[in-house]
């Protein structure tokens, strides 16, 4: 077993929400040390926990300890997976691909978000409802779990300024879209939690779930490597874009914190 990465955090694994954001700010703290892609997807991720942590604390949730207890289990899916890799274990193949991408220059920094979430959106998160609950106790859990969604769509302003920073000409685009593209991203959202959901009661009620859990894994891949097989047009497109990013990858991180 060859690590892949020297000196990673370790013992991430989180029994509170409070320890999630300890390990969240571990792995930023890492990979702005060591330059490390792995931040743009942390840091983001850490922005999130915050707030659903303070829509815990504030009474945005029905149950907020069962709340508590689905982000532990959801975050530990990111945080096993981080430190697995690092240390050359197996991990699931969105994560693969996911890890793998942070070590080339080429993507944007959107394109490593998005291939960060389609894993733990699309992969994680239907998993870690379905490992909160009974399967008996799942129509219980579905109304705060759409809830999230509230949360996510409070950062989409901000994650848009901080890519502006990142790329100028993305804050053109984001006045020439006026509103539309909030309406786009909060439908997107939508999408991905309602699959996500789909997947949960998949799980759920599965009686094999290793196989289930093998073949959404191999479906969320390719909807990753899409991401990164934009064709020849749209590639150019994107290096391009990815010419004209600001800062190194420490100062990005740094903007998506």
Not at 196 to 209: L, N, P, T
Not at 210 to 219: F, N, P, R
Not at 235 to 246: K, Q
């Amino acid at each position: 077993m060859t690590k892949k990465w020297q000196d990673a955090p370790s013992n991430l694994h989180a029994k509170t929400i409070d320890e999630v954001i300890v390990s969240l700010d571990r792995i930023v703290d890492w990979s702005k040390t060591n330059n490390k892609r792995s931040g743009y997807f942390a840091a983001l991720y850490r922005k999130v926990t915050k707030n659903v942590k303070q829509g815990i604390e504030t009474g945005l949730f029905d149950d907020g300890a069962r709340m508590e207890n689905l982000d532990v289990i959801f975050a530990n899916r990111y945080l096993d997976a981080f430190e697995a890799y690092a240390n050359g274990e197996r991990v699931s193949a969105v994560w693969q691909l996911a890890f793998e991408t942070t070590e080339s220059w080429y993507p944007l920094v959107l394109i490593h978000l998005m291939i960060g979430m389609n894993a733990h959106i699309n992969f994680d998160l239907g998993i870690a409802a379905a490992e909160t609950v009974e399967a008996d106790q799942m129509a219980a859990l579905k109304p705060d779990f759409e809830k999230i969604n509230h949360v996510l769509s409070s950062l989409v302003d901000e994650v848009e300024n901080e890519l502006a920073q990142i790329w100028p000409a993305f804050g053109m685009l984001d006045r020439f879209a006026g509103s539309l593209d909030e309406r786009l991203a909060d439908a997107g959202m939508s999408f991905a939690r309602d699959r996500a959901w789909a997947f949960a009661e998949e799980v759920s009620a599965s009686f094999d779930k290793a196989k289930t859990l093998d073949e959404m894994d191999k479906k969320m891949t390719l909807i990753g490597q899409l991401f990164l097989s934009p064709g020849f047009i749209k590639g150019v497109l994107l290096l391009l874009i990815r010419i004209a990013e600001r800062g190194d990858v420490k100062k990005k991180i740094e903007i998506l914190e």
